[in-house]
Structure formats: structure tokens, C-alpha cells
Nanobody, 123 residues
Framework: QGQLVESGGGSVQAGGSLRLSCAPG????????MGWFRQIPGKEREGVAS????????VYASPVKGRFTISHENAANTLYLQMNSLKPEDTGMYYC????????????????WGQGIQVTVSS
């Protein structure tokens, strides 16, 4: 873990926006698929969104469809998650992840992980 570095978390009121960023560290290779996961205390880590950095295909979890947008900047190999219309239930630790191929939003499909960054949405 720790091969990816997240930034951009913080606290916001419901209805607000945040943008998360993720850049590969020194030892992250073959990151054709990149994604975001989140973990709420007491619950399992869940997939939020993923993107195939080669062909641009995206996958979103149902709770965030229409509110979150995942994107990838090829030149800097940087991953973003634009989060709009945030809700208190979006509160949690958000993790960037990367792997060789996109098969869905299962954590086991991803090899590299960041340390996580906190997102807090207050009502």
C-alpha cells in the first residue's frame, strides 16, 4: 500500500463539492485501470468509480451516479474524482486504487492503493 498519493479531501456541507486527486508513487506500474473506493466506519470498503485509462470507459456505483465524475489526465497520469451534490452519507475515507485492467469495482481487482483521504459531509 501507499504506492498512490491522494489529495483534496476535507469537510464540506451537504450540497457542496470536493475534488480528489491521485498520483502514482514511485513504485506503481501498469496502472491501466484506476479507481476510487470509500470506506465508512463499520462497513466494508466499496467501489465508487473506475476508469480504463487507455480507452476511457468509466464505471460508477449506483449511489454516486450523476453526482460524481471520474477522470484521468494522461500526461501527468493523475486521477481525479469530482464530487458534486455531496450528501452526509458520502462521508468516509476515500482510497485511490490502480491495477492492470478494469473488470468492475471489486477491491481484489486492484493492486496498488493509496493511504486514503478523509471526506466529511455535514448536514
Amino acid at each position: 500500500q501507499g504506492q498512490l498519493v491522494e489529495s483534496g479531501g476535507g469537510s464540506v456541507q451537504a450540497g457542496g463539492s470536493l475534488r480528489l486527486s491521485c498520483a502514482p508513487g514511485r513504485y506503481a506500474y501498469n496502472t491501466n485501470c484506476m479507481g476510487w473506493f470509500r470506506q465508512i466506519p463499520g462497513k466494508e470498503r466499496e467501489g465508487v468509480a473506475s476508469i480504463d485509462t487507455i480507452i476511457g470507459t468509466t464505471v460508477y456505483a449506483s449511489p454516486v451516479k450523476g453526482r460524481f465524475t471520474i477522470s484521468h489526465e494522461n500526461a501527468a497520469n493523475t486521477l481525479y474524482l469530482q464530487m458534486n451534490s455531496l450528501k452526509p452519507e458520502d462521508t468516509g475515507m476515500y482510497y485511490c486504487a490502480a491495477g492492470p485492467g478494469c473488470y468492475g469495482l471489486a477491491p481484489d481487482d486492484f493492486v496498488y492503493w493509496g493511504q486514503g483521504i478523509q471526506v466529511t459531509v455535514s448536514s
